[in-house]
């Protein structure tokens, strides 16, 4: 890479790094406002949306109707409040309806609803994501369109059956345009996930179905760009990302800490939460 | 209006399967998704003239249905073919949450529905699709009495803006209507002549309407004047037709190929006590009973949904009916 490509991609990488941060205030300030939201799930993967929707998907306010746009559909719609935050950034609505969070008679409930400008899919029931994006993604291939379908599963979710027949399908019908992406952080509101039920090992698992399968580390934003420009992984398979996260990563008393899959944060919580996304954001901009 | 043999017409399967041949000649977005029911739900011809039209899923409801609901929210008019006993059971959250409660005007098609799997038993009835799905809002639901019905609601299908929950049975149906007939989702049918006032009014629904039109026919001869509705599609339900039709009638009886729970009987019975019309009432259909084990004429003969027994439960309600107000 020539220096002014490392520069530029350091810049990109710098800016998203921001980004980031104030993603997991937003979040944390949605769920301490409301008293309500999974924090955990949220902050594990609001590193992938913001890599997704800031560099590698092409889905703004401005080409919602688009048909060959790129679509995103949040499976693990538990995590709403992280896919809030991102498209609040990108313009889709204000912070003030954001804010009507949980609310009376508000759009913004504690799953993903296509009441929302930008929200594709109702979700929140398990196990429905997967199945959606590949219908999506054969539609496309069908008409013969570039698109690409993007899908966030969480790991507990994998013990539904229906991921299992939704990946199956998208072998079966070569989907190379579906980027089904795991947020591996370990645990679900039990404890973790392995101890409620052993699924591993997933690698081989999702390889044996048909998909071509990477790993990332998907909290570091600079292994998720490098990792997405690589689709479709092999031609003719559906791509498979399992993304290894830290539920509750960025704030130091919630991470890989299963009491933080929907609690709220007190009011000092809070503002230690904030002070330590505060001093991240200082660390970054003397880096 | 009489029914001959010679009137018989085809199975309500086959004629939909026709239709939707002749539709998808013009409209290249009309896909069939299905869960290897291709046989029995008659498309095999579908499959082989329109093999790029046709997506294969394999027996996984849950994922049909999920993959449908994609493919339709990137406009595809999508028909998803499965036995009825099947699609609205395992899929039913798929048909509530990804369909009807994210408005995806999917064509939810439940073949072989209520006893039609008669002897291979209760694992292939469908005697709960009305009630669940009158449960979730937002997906019309509509059970055609014979060929006529069915050509033209498929074809009212193909461009319904909303989700639609069509059933069919497998056997060969009497042709019960003038084809040049207009008919509405939405909008119940009536068979026999009109009159001011009736003696008794059937609502019936589905295969069970040929039934209770014979049984009408067999009162009519006795001099008892009958109302016949083709109460097509459950929702949205035709109040006003039921209204008008009940208002001027001595009593009603309702059937269905469907648990007495939750099916067009109930739905009936709460419109009619919620508007002060008050008529000596029958619903018709399954009991909460193990299901008797037989073919589809026996399971109705045994629960009183065949023509004789509908015309025997006729006369006794107005009998009943005569008693109290004596």
Same mark, same amino acid.
């Given at each position: 890479m020539?220096?002014?490509?490392?520069?530029?991609?350091?810049?990109?990488e710098?800016k998203?790094?921001?980004?980031?941060?104030?993603?997991r205030k937003?979040?944390?300030?949605l769920?301490?406002?409301?008293?309500?939201?999974?924090?955990?799930?949220?902050l594990?993967?609001?590193?992938?949306?913001?890599?997704?929707?800031?560099?590698?998907?092409n889905?703004t306010p401005n080409?919602?109707?688009?048909?060959?746009?790129?679509?995103?559909?949040?499976?693990?719609?538990?995590?709403?409040?992280?896919l809030?935050?991102?498209?609040?950034d990108?313009?889709?609505?204000?912070?003030?309806?954001?804010?009507?969070?949980?609310?009376?008679?508000s759009p913004?409930?504690?799953?993903?609803?296509?009441?929302v400008p930008?929200?594709?899919q109702n979700?929140?029931?398990?196990?429905?994501g997967?199945?959606?994006?590949?219908g999506m993604?054969?539609?496309?291939?069908m008409?013969?369109?570039n698109?690409?379908?993007?899908?966030?599963?969480?790991?507990g979710?994998?013990?539904?059956?229906?991921i299992?027949?939704?990946?199956?399908?998208?072998?079966?019908?070569?989907?190379?345009?579906?980027?089904?992406?795991?947020?591996?952080?370990?645990?679900?509101i039990?404890?973790?996930?392995?101890?409620v039920?052993?699924?591993?090992?997933?690698?081989?698992?999702?390889?044996?179905?048909g998909?071509?399968?990477?790993?990332?580390?998907?909290?570091d934003?600079g292994?998720?760009?490098?990792?997405?420009r690589?689709?479709?992984?092999?031609s003719?398979?559906?791509?498979?990302?399992?993304?290894?996260?830290?539920?509750g990563?960025?704030?130091s008393?919630?991470?890989?800490?299963v009491?933080?899959h929907?609690?709220?944060?007190t009011?000092s919580?809070?503002?230690t939460?904030?002070?330590?996304?505060e001093q991240a954001e200082?660390?970054?901009e003397?880096? | 209006?009489?029914?001959?043999?010679?009137?018989?017409?085809?199975t309500?399967?086959?004629?939909?399967a026709k239709?939707?041949?002749?539709l998808?000649?013009?409209?290249?977005?009309?896909?069939?998704?299905?869960?290897?029911s291709?046989?029995s739900?008659?498309i095999?011809?579908?499959a082989?003239?329109?093999?790029e039209?046709i =997506?294969?899923i394999?027996?996984a409801?849950?994922?049909?249905v &999920? /993959? %449908? *609901? $994609?493919?339709?929210?990137?406009?595809?008019?999508?028909?998803?073919?499965?036995?009825a006993?099947f699609l609205?059971?395992?899929?039913?959250?798929?048909?509530?949450?990804? =369909?009807?409660?994210?408005d995806?005007?999917?064509k939810?098609? &439940? /073949? %072989? *529905? $209520?006893?039609?799997?008669?002897?291979?038993g209760?694992?292939?009835?469908s005697?709960?699709?009305?009630?669940?799905?009158?449960?979730?809002?937002?997906?019309d639901?509509?059970?055609?009495?014979?060929?006529?019905e069915?050509?033209k609601?498929i074809q009212? *299908?193909?461009?319904?803006?909303?989700?639609?929950?069509?059933?069919?049975?497998k056997?060969?149906?009497?042709?019960?209507?003038?084809?040049?007939?207009?008919?509405?989702?939405?909008k119940?049918?009536?068979?026999?002549?009109?009159h001011?006032?009736?003696?008794?009014?059937?609502?019936?629904?589905?295969?069970?309407?040929?039934?209770?039109f014979?049984?009408s026919?067999?009162l009519?001869?006795?001099?008892?004047?009958?109302c016949?509705l083709?109460?097509h599609?459950?929702r949205?339900?035709?109040?006003?037709a039921?209204?008008?039709?009940?208002s001027?009638?001595?009593?009603v009886i309702?059937v269905?190929?469907h648990?007495?729970?939750?099916?067009l009987?109930s739905?009936?019975?709460?419109?009619?006590?919620q508007?002060?019309i008050?008529?000596?009432?029958?619903?018709v259909?399954?009991?909460?009973?193990?299901?008797?084990?037989g073919?589809q004429?026996?399971i109705?003969?045994?629960y009183?949904?065949?023509q004789?027994?509908?015309?025997?439960?006729?006369l006794k309600?107005?009998?009943?009916?005569?008693?109290?107000?004596?």
């Amino acid at each position: 890479m020539s220096l002014d490509l490392q520069f530029l991609s350091h810049q990109i990488e710098y800016k998203l790094e921001r980004k980031s941060i104030e993603y997991r205030k937003s979040i944390i300030k949605l769920i301490y406002m409301s008293k309500a939201g999974h924090t955990g799930g949220s902050l594990s993967c609001v590193d992938i949306l913001n890599v997704l929707y800031n560099q590698v998907m092409n889905i703004t306010p401005n080409n919602v109707s688009a048909i060959d746009r790129d679509h995103y559909i949040h499976s693990k719609g538990h995590s709403v409040e992280a896919l809030y935050a991102v498209l609040m950034d990108l313009g889709f609505f204000s912070e003030d309806k954001m804010s009507t969070f949980e609310k009376y008679n508000s759009p913004f409930i504690g799953h993903p609803t296509r009441n929302v400008p930008g929200i594709e899919q109702n979700t929140g029931a398990l196990g429905h994501g997967l199945s959606f994006s590949v219908g999506m993604a054969l539609a496309a291939k069908m008409d013969r369109r570039n698109n690409k379908i993007f899908t966030i599963m969480g790991d507990g979710e994998l013990t539904e059956g229906s991921i299992w027949e939704a990946s199956a399908s998208a072998a079966h019908y070569h989907l190379d345009n579906l980027v089904a992406i795991i947020d591996r952080n370990n645990l679900q509101i039990t404890g973790k996930t392995e101890k409620v039920m052993n699924m591993e090992p997933l690698h081989e698992k999702f390889l044996a179905y048909g998909y071509a399968v990477r790993h990332v580390d998907g909290n570091d934003i600079g292994e998720l760009i490098s990792i997405f420009r690589e689709i479709p992984f092999e031609s003719g398979k559906p791509n498979l990302v399992i993304a290894h996260t830290i539920k509750g990563k960025g704030i130091s008393f919630m991470e890989d800490n299963v009491a933080w899959h929907h609690r709220v944060p007190t009011d000092s919580e809070f503002l230690t939460a904030m002070q330590e996304l505060e001093q991240a954001e200082l660390s970054l901009e003397c880096q | 209006m009489s029914i001959k043999n010679s009137s018989l017409g085809e199975t309500n399967l086959d004629v939909f399967a026709k239709t939707l041949m002749d539709l998808a000649d013009h409209d290249r977005n009309i896909l069939v998704t299905t869960s290897d029911s291709r046989g029995s739900g008659k498309i095999t011809p579908f499959a082989e003239k329109f093999p790029e039209q046709i =997506v294969e899923i394999g027996i996984a409801e849950q994922n049909l249905v &999920g /993959i %449908s *609901a $994609g493919l339709a929210a990137m406009g595809k008019k999508v028909f998803t073919v499965s036995p009825a006993c099947f699609l609205t059971a395992r899929a039913l959250e798929q048909i509530k949450n990804d =369909v009807a409660y994210s408005d995806h005007p999917v064509k939810v098609i &439940g /073949i %072989s *529905a $209520g006893v039609s799997y008669g002897a291979l038993g209760t694992t292939h009835h469908s005697l709960h699709d009305f009630a669940a799905l009158q449960a979730i809002n937002n997906i019309d639901i509509v059970a055609p009495a014979d060929n006529f019905e069915t050509r033209k609601i498929i074809q009212l *299908a193909v461009n319904h803006p909303r989700p639609i929950y069509i059933r069919f049975g497998k056997k060969a149906m009497p042709n019960l209507h003038d084809p040049s007939k207009k008919i509405e989702i939405g909008k119940a049918i009536q068979l026999t002549p009109k009159h001011k006032n009736y003696d008794l009014t059937f609502v019936a629904i589905g295969e069970t309407v040929a039934e209770a039109f014979l049984a009408s026919q067999k009162l009519d001869k006795e001099g008892i004047k009958v109302c016949c509705l083709s109460l097509h599609t459950l929702r949205p339900f035709d109040e006003a037709a039921i209204q008008e039709v009940v208002s001027n009638s001595l009593a009603v009886i309702t059937v269905e190929e469907h648990s007495v729970n939750g099916g067009l009987g109930s739905r009936v019975a709460s419109f009619l006590m919620q508007n002060d019309i008050f008529r000596p009432m029958l619903i018709v259909g399954i009991p909460d009973d193990h299901t008797v084990n037989g073919n589809q004429g026996e399971i109705f003969r045994h629960y009183g949904i065949d023509q004789q027994s509908l015309y025997l439960s006729a006369l006794k309600l107005l009998h009943k009916g005569k008693r109290n107000d004596d």
